[in-house]
């Protein structure tokens, strides 16, 4: 099986994009990642894709002054990679019309809640100040609609009493980091279909 060739979106740390790798290296996902992009060019994840020999990209906050022509530049980058998929790994830049028509239905995303509830860009600290019991992870496809795409997969995270948010936070990441590379592997291999009714089946 020819492996799915895929660009990974990010703008910090890259540890998402870090699991990727190593479940590429140690478990065999059927996955070539063919382009990392960062919305900023001090994210280490930047770093951690060359260490691996991966073509990156580190755009700025100029080139975002447009974000169509922002998101065309990418969908180049990526096209010109080869790209079949794209995955959002901590990408903090919303994605316009040019990306999504650009890649219908095969941009993935990676939420640190379980959606719908807590959406946004602090989804963590403010599923743990509202005190719930349990939030988790979210994979979902994304679309115009911000974190509202067809749900591909959903993990929970107790949040145990006692618990400081940096515990929280490491809880969601532990969860992501096997999560992602799972659903990948479901996409490589033909599993993942959207249903008329946007819904997401697994075979």
Same mark, same amino acid.
């Given at each position: 099986?020819?492996?799915?060739k !895929?660009?990974v %979106?990010?703008?910090?740390? @890259?540890?998402n994009?870090?699991?990727? &790798?190593?479940?590429?290296? =140690? =478990?065999? %996902?059927? *996955?070539? &990642?063919?382009k990392? !992009?960062?919305?900023?060019p001090?994210?280490y @994840? ?5 260490a ?6 580190a755009?700025?906050r =100029?080139v975002?002054?447009?974000p169509l022509a #922002?998101?065309? +530049? &990418?969908v180049?980058?990526? /096209? ?11 990408y903090m +830049?919303?994605?316009?019309?040019v990306?999504?028509d ?5 941009v %993935?995303?990676?939420?640190? #809640?379980?959606l719908p509830?807590f959406? @946004?860009?602090?989804?963590i /600290? ?5 005190? *719930?019991?349990?939030t988790?992870v979210? *994979?979902?496809f ?14 929970? *995270? ?7 948010? =940096? ?5 969601i990441? #532990?969860?992501?980091?096997a999560?992602?590379p +799972? ?7 033909g599993r993942v279909? !959207?249903?008329p009714?946007?819904t997401v +089946? !697994?075979?």
């Amino acid at each position: 099986m020819e492996p799915l060739k !895929i660009g990974v %979106l990010l703008s910090g740390s @890259g540890t998402n994009l870090q699991a990727i &790798i190593d479940a590429v290296r =140690d =478990d065999g %996902l059927p *996955v070539d &990642i063919v382009k990392v !992009i960062s919305s900023r060019p001090d994210a280490y @994840g930047v770093e951690r894709a060359r260490a691996a020999g991966i073509p990156a990209v580190a755009l700025n906050r =100029d080139v975002y002054a447009d974000p169509l022509a #922002a998101d065309a +530049r &990418i969908v180049e980058e990526l /096209r010109a990679a080869g790209a079949e998929y794209v995955a959002m790994a901590g990408y903090m +830049r919303k994605l316009t019309p040019v990306m999504l028509d650009a890649f219908p239905d095969r941009v %993935l995303n990676l939420h640190p #809640a379980l959606l719908p509830s807590f959406k @946004g860009a602090h989804a963590i /600290r403010d599923a743990y100040e509202a005190g *719930v019991k349990v939030t988790g992870v979210t *994979v979902h496809f994304a679309n115009e609609d911000y974190d509202k795409g067809p749900i591909v997969a959903q993990e929970p *995270v107790r949040v145990e009493e006692g618990m400081s948010l =940096d515990e929280l936070e490491a809880a969601i990441h #532990a969860v992501e980091h096997a999560l992602y590379p +799972r659903v990948l592997r479901w996409v490589a291999e033909g599993r993942v279909t !959207i249903t008329p009714e946007r819904t997401v +089946r !697994i075979a």
